[in-house]
């Protein structure tokens, strides 16, 4: 398994501002993943963040509302843009341990936009 | 388009009753499935995976999972649930090494 921290842990946004979240890891890896999830829904993928290349978003997300840094294979933020109240959501980083298909989970970011 | 289904949105149960958590998959090829577990004001912690070999798959806090592959279906079972096991639980699967793709999640209540 992996230890993984995320920054902040809960903040509460001004419409129109951006928030950047943190995610450390305690070992390298090479996949990192950023969640959201909306209340009272499942995750949804973001996009998949591997270190020395650009993030791969998924449909319906796009880099100039969560622009990810993945500067080394430890750490990397999401950048939640130009926020909205429609932007109130855990946003969870994921990774993926051991060469294997199991991805553990930190413990959220829970922002709320107003 | 790949998919997990959970039909199972808000179970309650009483101490010591038996659990079953419905899950189906939509999924090309090979398939990886798990199970995770969102307990009150925590984060998720995984319960189970299967990736291959004996189907019936054995996690942590006596929980297990049936792999079915005729029926695509990956259920989630407790003979005896306790009111600890309150939580929100997530089936989930992936091919390879890619990101997981959730079910709408089951919130399990457990009346003591």
């Known amino acids: 398994s992996a230890v993984i921290s995320q920054k902040p842990s809960r903040d509460i946004c001004q419409r129109g501002t951006s928030l950047t979240i943190q995610c450390q890891v305690d070992?390298?890896?090479?996949?990192m993943f950023w969640y959201r999830q909306q209340p009272g829904q499942s995750l949804t993928l973001i996009a998949t963040?591997?270190?020395?290349?650009?993030?791969?978003?998924e449909s319906g997300f796009v880099i100039d509302k969560f622009p990810i840094s993945r500067p080394n294979l430890t750490f990397s933020t999401l950048t939640v843009s130009n926020m909205s109240p429609e932007d109130s959501s855990i946003y969870l980083c994921?990774?993926?341990?051991?060469?294997?298909?199991?991805?553990?989970f930190g413990p959220g970011t829970r922002l709320l936009v107003l | 388009a790949q998919s997990v289904s959970q039909h199972n949105h808000h179970v309650i149960l009483s101490e010591a009753a038996s659990l079953e958590l419905g899950c189906n998959y939509s999924?090309?090829?090979?398939?990886?499935l798990f199970w995770y577990v969102q307990y009150p004001g925590q984060h998720l912690q995984l319960l189970l995976k299967y990736f291959s070999g004996d189907p019936l798959v054995k996690g942590i806090k006596g929980f297990e999972a049936e792999f079915i592959k005729s029926k695509f279906s990956f259920n989630l079972r407790k003979p005896s649930v306790q009111w600890s096991d309150t939580a929100e639980y997530f089936c989930a699967a992936n091919t390879g090494r890619r990101a997981l793709t959730f079910g709408s999640g089951t919130r399990l209540q457990v009346q003591p």
């Open positions: 999924y090309g090829g090979t398939v990886n």
């Open positions: 994921s990774v993926e341990v051991g060469g294997g298909e199991t991805q553990y």
């Open positions: 963040a591997n270190q020395g290349s650009e993030a791969t978003y």
């Open positions: 070992s390298q890896v090479t996949m």
